[in-house]
C-alpha cells in the first residue's frame, strides 16, 4: 500500500500533522543527494499549511535546527519499525521526507528555514490516511520529542500548530 502518515490530533490537547509524504516533494538538486526524482510544483512557504508561531522560546525548547534533526531522524525511524504505521513507509523517500519534515517544524518555529515540500492536501491524496495512523504516529512523535527533553508544553504549542492539518491529511 502506498500511503504514509503524518502528524494529526492524538487527542483533544494533543493534535499534530506533520509532514510526510510519498516521493513528491520539490523539483530533484544536486543539494539532496539520495532523493528520489519528483514531478515539479511550485514550492513555498505557504505549502507548510500553518503560520510560524514567532516565538524563540519554542525553538529553543526544541534545542535548535539539531534538536529538530534528532527529533524528525528518531520520529522516523520509530514510525518505520512501528508495527501499525510501518507498512505506511514501505517505499517512501525517507531521505526526503526527512528533510522536508526537518524544514517544515524549523519553519513553524521561526528556525530560519525555508519549507520546500508540498502542501498536505495534495501530498496526502490517495494515501488512505486513517485517524488510527495519526494517532500511532503521534505517539512516536511524543516519544521523540520526550528523549530531546523538550518540555511537555513546548510540545503541545507544535502539535496545536499543526492540527488544521489534519482535515487536509485523514482520508478515510
Same mark, same amino acid.
Given at each position: 500500500?502506498?500511503?504514509?502518515?503524518?502528524?494529526?490530533?492524538?487527542?483533544?490537547?494533543?493534535?499534530?500533522?506533520?509532514?510526510?509524504?510519498?516521493?513528491?516533494?520539490?523539483?530533484?538538486?544536486?543539494?539532496?543527494?539520495?532523493?528520489?526524482?519528483?514531478?515539479?510544483?511550485?514550492?513555498?512557504?505557504?505549502?507548510?499549511?500553518?503560520?510560524?508561531?514567532?516565538?524563540?522560546?519554542?525553538?529553543?525548547?526544541?534545542?535548535?535546527?539539531?534538536?529538530?534533526?534528532?527529533?524528525?531522524? #528518531?520520529?522516523?525511524?520509530?514510525?518505520?519499525?512501528?508495527?501499525?504505521?510501518?507498512? &505506511?513507509?514501505?517505499?517512501?523517500?525517507?531521505?526526503?521526507?526527512?528533510?522536508?519534515?526537518?524544514?517544515? &517544524?524549523?519553519?513553524?518555529?521561526?528556525?530560519?528555514?525555508?519549507?520546500?515540500?508540498?502542501?498536505?492536501?495534495?501530498?496526502?491524496?490517495?494515501?488512505?490516511?486513517?485517524?488510527? #495512523?495519526?494517532?500511532?504516529?503521534?505517539?512516536?512523535?511524543?516519544?521523540?520529542?520526550?528523549?530531546?527533553?523538550?518540555?511537555?508544553?513546548?510540545?503541545?504549542?507544535?502539535?496545536?500548530?499543526?492540527?488544521?492539518?489534519?482535515?487536509?491529511?485523514?482520508?478515510?
Amino acid at each position: 500500500m502506498n500511503r504514509i502518515a503524518l502528524l494529526a490530533p492524538a487527542a483533544a490537547l494533543m493534535a499534530a500533522a506533520l509532514i510526510a509524504a510519498p516521493a513528491a516533494f520539490a523539483d530533484p538538486s544536486p543539494d539532496h543527494p539520495g532523493e528520489q526524482t519528483v514531478d515539479p510544483y511550485k514550492a513555498s512557504n505557504a505549502n507548510a499549511d500553518a503560520t510560524p508561531r514567532g516565538d524563540p522560546a519554542l525553538f529553543a525548547a526544541f534545542h535548535g535546527k539539531d534538536g529538530v534533526s534528532r527529533i524528525v531522524d #528518531d520520529l522516523i525511524d520509530r514510525s518505520v519499525a512501528d508495527p501499525r504505521i510501518s507498512e &505506511i513507509f514501505k517505499n517512501q523517500d525517507l531521505v526526503r521526507l526527512r528533510r522536508t519534515l526537518k524544514e517544515q &517544524i524549523c519553519y513553524l518555529m521561526d528556525g530560519g528555514e525555508g519549507y520546500s515540500g508540498r502542501d498536505m492536501k495534495s501530498s496526502h491524496k490517495d494515501m488512505g490516511i486513517q485517524d488510527a #495512523d495519526f494517532n500511532a504516529l503521534v505517539e512516536d512523535l511524543q516519544h521523540a520529542m520526550d528523549k530531546e527533553h523538550v518540555p511537555f508544553r513546548d510540545q503541545n504549542k507544535l502539535l496545536a500548530m499543526l492540527a488544521p492539518m489534519h482535515r487536509d491529511i485523514v482520508t478515510k
